[in-house]
């Protein structure tokens, strides 16, 4: 343990030390699956997404950028997305894992992600690096013959498969867009076309919605995806998903915590319901600000002072200007009282976390309480959730 520590892109004789470094992080592989596992990996290593640590020559940590776009405001925005980070355990502590999170911040600027978010194994490395909570991956529970009664025998729904996945993505971006939606990811035609290929999944399609549903350790019905334009459709959706009440009392859902199955369902979902929290960072404030969307309606003239000590780029003074539905973040000449942030601030912010939360816990001081009005009415939305877990 005393070479030197090196930041690498990983190679692919390297992938039986990643999967070592694994199984003391995460436990060994299931059966079957280390085929699967390498053919994967291969995708990242060949777009420089597979990065890592070594000691001398040995892999002691490791991570993959998964090439995402998320929905803020109801506009899709380039995101890195950080998942299997992993450092092997005697190394812990000793700085690997900021080395590799600071070589994966400026991989991702590199390779154009205005944005990065994960799902934090624990939050105090990656709050040190400057991520904070952006929202939350919902799971409810609903009674299945509740679903069962909600009607909707009015709308036409088909069983749907691989070749729908190009209609399944056009659907969710007409919702996402008209709904002003933040957090959802979404995956390319091809993988959505996998996923609806997978004979664990039930998949139906509506003219203007779908579901994505399956069995839930053999008991229960667990809805991966529903997305309706129209009421109508809501209703002959959930009504399919409860067809199956008979066999399953419960169906768990991963929707948002506003979706309209809250409103139509007669029974409260169950109180148990399960939150898993990510993760959200700026990458590229300037960028960030402008992939989002805002709503069309506000105009908003701010300047803030950023300070982001790992990624230089984005500190200074910056004028934030927000007007029919395009926000702009340019460098300011202003002198009065700016609102200061760091990049936690910044990404609390982004994601529609009130000024006051902030200031509360620190993120944020300094400006008036105009400023805070401003910022409020530019980033608040409905509730950032995911779908997936990456």
């Known amino acids: 343990m005393t070479d030197a520590l090196r930041f690498i892109d990983i190679a692919e004789d390297q992938l039986d030390d990643v999967i070592r470094v694994r199984t003391r992080a995460f436990g060994p592989l299931a059966s079957g699956d280390r085929e699967q596992w390498v053919k994967d990996a291969k995708v990242f290593l060949a777009d420089g997404r597979y990065v890592g640590v070594v000691a001398g020559d040995e892999v002691v940590a490791a991570a993959r950028i998964w090439d995402f776009r998320q929905w803020w405001g109801g506009r899709q925005v380039p995101m890195a997305g950080i998942a299997g980070v992993v450092v092997s355990p005697e190394y812990r502590g000793r700085g690997v894992g900021s080395m590799l999170m600071r070589g994966v911040l400026k991989r991702g600027l590199d390779k154009g992600f205005p944005i990065s978010a994960l799902y934090p194994a624990t939050t105090v490395i990656y709050r040190h690096l400057g991520y904070e909570f952006g929202g939350g991956r919902y799971r409810f529970s609903f009674r299945a013959a509740d679903l069962r009664g909600l009607g909707g025998k009015e709308v036409s729904v088909r069983r749907a498969g691989p070749d729908d996945a190009a209609r399944f993505l056009e659907l969710v971006g007409k919702v996402h867009e008209s709904g002003r939606v933040g957090g959802p990811i979404s995956w390319p035609d091809e993988k959505v076309a996998e996923w609806l290929a997978e004979d664990e999944s039930f998949a139906y399609l509506a003219d203007d919605g779908f579901v994505v549903y399956r069995w839930d350790d053999g008991e229960n019905l667990r809805v991966e995806e529903l997305v309706a334009g129209s009421e109508a459709t809501a209703r002959a959706l959930w009504a399919t998903v409860g067809s199956g009440s008979s066999i399953a009392e419960t169906v768990n859902a991963y929707v948002s915590p506003h979706d309209p199955v809250h409103l139509l369902a007669s029974y409260e979902a169950g109180k148990s319901a399960q939150i898993q929290r990510w993760m959200l960072r700026l990458l590229d ?103 997936d877990y990456f």
């Not at 002072?305 to 029919?324: I, Y």
């Not at 000024?355 to 980033?379: E, H, I, N, Q």
């Open 285 to 387: 404030a300037p960028a960030a600000i402008a992939a989002r969307g805002f709503a069309p309606s506000i105009a908003v003239e701010v300047d803030l002072q950023v300070d982001d000590p790992e990624l230089p780029a984005n500190t200074g003074r910056w004028h934030l200007s927000v007007a029919d539905g395009i926000g702009r973040l340019v460098p300011s000449e202003g002198t009065g009282d700016a609102v200061r942030v760091g990049p936690r601030g910044l990404a609390a912010l982004y994601a529609g976390t009130p000024v006051a939360a902030l200031r509360g816990s620190g993120l944020a001081s300094g400006g008036s309480a105009d400023s805070d009005t401003f910022l409020d009415t530019a980033f608040t939305g409905p509730t950032p959730y995911m779908l």
